[in-house]
C-alpha cells in the first residue's frame, strides 16, 4: 500500500498550529485566507458558561423547592438542571480548549518589526 507522497513531505508552515503540531500542503478548497473561529468559540463559551452555570442552580433550587403536585414537576426540572450542568461542563471544557490553542499559537510566533 502506498502513501501520496505530499503526506511524507516537509510540514508547511502556517498561521496557526494543528492539533498535532504540524501541517501538511492544502488539499481542500477552504479559501486560502480563511479566519480560525477561535475568537468566536472564546466569546460564546465565556459567556455561556455562567449562563449554563446559573441556569444548573436555578433549576436545582427549583426543583428542590417544587412540591408533589406543583407544575412543572420536580422531575422535569431536576431534568433540565442535568442539562444545563452538562451543557456547562462542555462549554467550559471548550474554553480551557479555545484558551490552550490561543495560548500555543501566540507563543509559537516571533514578533517581528
Known sequence: MSESPER???PV???RSGMIGRHFPRTGTEPVTAQSSLGLRLLLAGVF???FIA???LFGVWAGNSDQGDSPGR??????AVTCGILALLAAV???VVLRRLKRERGSHPITR
Open 8 to 10: 511524507h513531505g516537509e
Open 13 to 15: 508552515g502556517r498561521a
Open 49 to 51: 458558561v455562567p449562563v
Open 55 to 57: 441556569a444548573t442552580v
Open 75 to 80: 422531575g422535569p426540572l431536576i431534568g433540565l
Open 94 to 96: 471548550d474554553l480551557v
